[in-house]
């Protein structure tokens, strides 16, 4: 039996879950595809094969009716957006073997009025195939987080959901000395760092944290800023970065490899999490892996996520996040304790136990008649 997975390598969420489940299910099946229908990054292609012989990445170009229609009767689908439907009805892949083969995983809910440009017409598209295609076409589907499952239940008026908990690769994202983390991204010891990670989007709270920042200069100039992600407001923070004259207190983190990151989260004091309505938190999973304080807003998933690991600040509150940004510093036993707090929770994650969950609903759905 083989498994086609047809989904993200980008580098991302979605990109990281196809990258680490591609490598849990290598044990289970005979060859694991992966096609991505982005342009993949190197460092994840290279990631993935460089692990096991019978994961393959697909190159994009590739004809992708031929691949589905390929030993159709042999291959679980297993497609991660639901606007693939439409061109997966195009194929001549029975309605049986659909019914026996395909199984879907939403990453969260689609939410088209968050997003800017491009992407508000993608999730749209997304929006729409999840309403008014998945219903009909798909038997069973799986989503990231009980939150995101109430929403996609009350959307789609179905409530034989799965919830399937994204992982964290815990031989990778381990806490180590602060020293070699920093030295390894050639950072100074000399200040508290504060790191946020995500897309450069309203929606992810980039603004927020940098107000916050802003704010907690006027108190503390012994900390700094690390940024890493892309989006729409980094023009907008570059900006400000130069009109304020912050240019050594805040830093904005070029491309790292995805083995990479464990040393930009051990580098940190506190990791910030302010995303407006967060469906899972994997940056949020992976910090807490290491280590790593955790300061977040208590919206969508987090509290489900992370427990009572985090501090919590009001929702789209910038003083408050401000403040307890100061409580956190200022407070060196209140980091241990959450720290460990971020270890122990972290602990409940796995993409073994991911891959064992997808499994039985892989296999459930060749037997369900």
Known sequence: M????????KLGGVGTFTSE??????????????????????????????????VFVVPRYRCLTSLLTHKADSTILHINYSSLLPLIRLTRISSTQLKNSLILTEHGFPQPWYEEGVLKGLYCLEFFCLKWLVPKYVKKIVTISSYAKELIAKCINRVNLHVVYNGVNHVLFRPMRKEKAREFLKLDNSSLIILFVGRLTKYKGAHLVFQAFRKLLRNRKDVKLLIRGNGPLLPALNKFITKYCLHERVKIVGPLDYTQLPYLYNSADVFVHATMNEMFGLTLVEAMACGVPIIASPTGAVSEVASDAPLYFQPFNVADLTNKLLVLLDDLNLRRKLSEKSIKRASCFSWEDTARRYLKIYYERQTDK
Not at 25 to 47: C, E, G, Q, W
Request: proline fraction near 5%.
């Open 2 to 9: 083989n498994l086609l997975l047809l989904s993200s390598l």
């Open 21 to 54: 489940l591609c490598l849990a299910m290598s044990k289970y099946f005979d060859k694991v595809y992966a096609y991505s229908l982005h342009t993949p990054n190197p460092t994840l292609i290279r990631y993935v094969r460089t692990k096991c012989e019978n």
